[in-house]
Structures are given as C-alpha cells and as structure tokens.
C-alpha cells in the first residue's frame, strides 16, 4: 500500500522518530552525537521549532517537537539531510544514513504530552545506557538533564514542560521527577508511537463500525495519537477523505489502473500522460489521472 501523506500544521505536537538503515547506528561515538546537538541548536531556533523531549541511542532518534510554521517536513529535512551528509564524511561511506524517511505522530496534547515526556526520556534507561534515574540526570544526550538543571539546551524548550506538572521551578521538578520514576516500570509503549487500525481494518468506516463509541476509536490512524474526535478533527483538517481513498483501493483502483483509464480514455500512451507538456489532450489525460 502507498505510504499516507504527512499530516502537519503550525502548532500541533509531532513524537518524531528516525532510524538507521538495517537499523544501523546512526552515531558511533559522542563526536557524532555532538554534530547531531550542534544541528539542533542551530536549526530549531532559526525555523521557530520547539523541542520539548529528545534523546539519542545508538541507532534512532526521539524528538517531541511543536511543528514551526514552516511545517516539520521542512526541519527535518535540513536536520537529517545534513547529518548523513557529515557522517558519510567521516566514515567515508556513500548512500543513506536513515531508513526510510521520518517517522512523526502527530498527538493530541492534553491526554498524551507528559506521558510522552516521559516514555522519550526513559529511553536509556530502557535499553541500558542509563543505569538508574541519577545517572539519567546527567546523560548528556537526552533531554531529562536540561530539565532538571542540569544542562544548558538553550533549544530545548523546559518552562513549558514544567509548568505542565505545577507549583513552583522546585516543586515542578519534583512531580517531574515522580512522574518519571513511576514509569520506570512499564517498558515499552508501543501505544505511544501512533495507531493502526485504519490500516489493520480495512478504512475508517470499518473502524467507526468496529469501535462504535468516540472513546474506542483511539489511535485510529497510524499517523495520529489521539482519541475519535481527535483523529476525526485532524482529518478533517487536512481534507483527506479516508473512506474514498480505502473503497478505491478494496475495488483494486491504484495508480497504475488510474493511469491506464486515463491513457485509454483519451487515446494517448500511459508515459505520455505522465509527460510534461501542456498540450491537449495530454494535460486533460493527466488531470484525470491526477484526480
């Protein structure tokens, strides 16, 4: 099935993902990984992109970003784009560095924005490289330091996350601290890195039939954290009508039958519709297709 179209808007709230390739390591040792910080520092404040969680492993990346008003295609094009670029420098290797390209979720923030503070920081921990909490503190290639004092990330945005535990900058990162020892325990939330079920079920009109009450139909889109309402307001604003798009596909309707309709309604070759020229009947032969 085609990869879906990035959701995005000004504002909203992205759990970003980037892996290696072959799940490969992405940085071999702390000089990479302070390339890496470097870019951040340089690009999130010049596309007004706030960083609110982060961490780094051997072979992917969490980052929960606001997306800036230039969109989060945008910043992590030029963030990874010119990482691979250094790495395959340093290593004299050729090719590309990431699988695929990012992964963003976009999530609903008032029910998932601590929870996902906390499941990107207790990262180390999960896999090792952070024995207990104390020595997650002073990691320096996750954001939990910056939170807690005791690093300087002028790019990474602490206030706001803070103030999402209440009461003062002392007792503020006490309950951040409690939130995030009491979630030491639960491993890993495959629940917090988007829905499925879209997908698993057939189209969204399978899913409403499925979960038929609002609070069941959560994370019903792979691209979207949230629940029914969530989902259903996020596409609605991006005018994707998923219940066309999956009964097209069930009729067995893909780009190449599109294009064959297209080629033989107008009496032209399928590699002429997908030409450039504006003459007709190939610009009508290729806006039917498109359509």
């Known amino acids: 099935m085609p ?12 759990h970003v993902m980037i892996r290696g390739i072959e799940r490969k390591p992405i940085f071999v040792d702390d000089q990479d990984r302070d390339a890496l910080v470097d870019r951040l520092a340089l690009i999130l404040p010049e596309t007004q992109t706030v960083c609110y969680a982060w961490v780094f492993m051997d072979n992917h990346a969490h980052f929960l970003f606001r997306s800036p008003p230039g969109g989060i295609s945008h910043v992590m094009r030029r963030l990874m784009t010119g990482y691979a670029g250094y790495f395959n420098r340093r290593y004299f290797r050729h090719g590309p560095l990431f699988q695929n390209r990012f992964k963003s979720v976009l999530c609903q923030e008032n029910a998932y924005f601590k929870e996902l503070v906390r499941y990107i920081h207790l990262n180390p921990l999960r896999a ?9 503190a002073s990691h320096r290639y996750c954001g939990h330091g910056a939170l807690l004092g005791n690093m300087e990330r002028p790019w990474q945005e602490t206030g706001f996350v803070l103030a ?8 503020s990162c006490k309950r951040y601290s409690d939130f995030l020892k009491s979630g030491q325990s639960m491993g890993r ?3 917090l890195t988007g829905g499925g079920l879209v997908r698993s079920l057939g189209g969204w009109e399978a899913v409403k039939a499925a979960f038929p009450s609002k609070e069941s139909r959560q994370k019903s889109d792979q691209r979207i954290l949230g629940d ?20 097209l596909a069930a009729k067995g309707i893909d780009k190449k039958t599109a294009l064959e309709k297209a080629s033989a309604l107008f009496g032209v070759e399928p590699e002429w519709v997908l030409a450039k020229s504006r003459q007709r009947p190939l610009a009508d032969a290729r806006s039917l297709y498109c359509y």
């Open 3 to 14: 990869r879906q179209s990035r959701l995005d808007a000004p504002g909203l709230l992205h």
């Open 128 to 136: 090792g490289a952070a024995s207990d909490l104390k020595e997650l």
């Open 164 to 171: 999402a535990f209440g009461g003062s900058l002392r007792v």
């Open 189 to 191: 939330r495959d629940d």
């Open 228 to 247: 029914g309402d969530f989902v259903q307001s996020i596409l609605n604003q991006a005018k994707e009508n998923l219940a066309a798009r999956y009964l």
